[in-house]
């Protein structure tokens, strides 16, 4: 199986989506010139090539142009993104009261996207409101919504604002997970896990007791019968992380690493957690970066690679991980000879004591301690 060293270099340079607005030059004039006289659609839709940079570089300023006068004859959609921009803050000063103002307004009329906006916003934000949150989530879902199932699952599952219902959210849960809703595949791999560990705290009897003689039979005969309930959980678990996986979930495939090497639900493979764990690195999980460049660095999958280790460290600690900013400061302050991948890492005290720095910012003790220490070298 192939890996993506290779592709160290490359990290970065792919392009955005652009929503489905691809437009050639004789669409965007004819749009333009529609616009100009007036006609909302047109003047959303030339909003829209202007949000997205469709053939034209990206100008949220005249997007929110755009947008304000369609939104003022009345179109939903203008209305929308013209909330997210204030929301962000792109094109125009950040004005949070005017966002929500006009999301409501676009929700209010059935737009399916500021209702799921709203219902997240409230379930997630700051201001928590976990009976708003179901109300919109209940309108995006009754429009098909698979994004809002799976956020109404969660409130009936976790028991947020609403009376908790483990079955019912799992049911919405699955359902949009059968949509092929990445979250929802892993939460429901999740799910599966779980239950199979609660029922392996079930049982009169802990593996422990085999050691006693009078419990020995009474014992194994209960936790044989308990191990072949949760195996087909486990299985479970593995093949939901599988599918949000093979769609580039980084928590799916951190999860998939997991079970190849413990053998959840699979048999333990090396090569396969490797191939996950880097995949997860590679869609910016934090966790596989960290380790995922703490393998590769120590050599667990083998051959060590200084280079590699150090690219994901550096992705890591650029989001403010103090254990990775711990991780870099060591790394330079002892240097690293030669690795397989014909890096070698130079002592560099200067950066290491800079790492060290970070990481004690970011409240990681064994970082101030070794801050400390280089101040009164």
Known sequence: MKFKYVLLVTVGLLGGVNDGFAQDSTDITTIEHKAATGDAQAQYNFGMIYYNGDKVPQDYPKAAEW?????????????????LLY??????????????????????????????????????????DYTKAKDWFEKAASQGNI????????LYYNGNGVPKDKTKGKALIE?????????????????????????MNSGRYKPADIANPQLRDKAMTELDEIESKIEPLRKKAKDWYEKAANQNGAEAQYKLADCYRHGIGVEKNKQLEEHWLQESAFHGYLEAEKEYASAVRDGDFGSKKAGVAIFFYE?????????????????YKYGLKRHSDGVDLPQDKVKAKEYFKQACINKYELACSQYKQMNNE
């Open 87 to 128: 929301e962000q803050g792109k094109g125009v000063s950040k004005d949070q009261v005017k966002a929500k103002e006009l999301i409501e307004k676009a929700a209010a009329q059935g737009n399916v996207d500021a209702q799921l906006n709203l219902g997240l916003s409230y379930s997630k934000g700051k201001n928590k």
């Open 175 to 199: 359902k949009a997970a059968n949509q092929n809703n990445v979250d929802a595949q892993t939460k429901m791999g999740d799910i599966c896990k779980d239950e199979g560990i609660l029922l």
């Open 67 to 83: 947008f304000q006068k369609s939104a003022g004859q009345g179109n939903v959609a203008a209305q929308y993104h013209l909330g």
């Open 315 to 331: 992705k890591a600690a650029k989001k403010g991980d103090g254990e990775s900013q711990y991780e870099l400061g060591y790394m």
């Open 147 to 154: 994004t809002a199932e799976y956020n109404l699952g969660l």
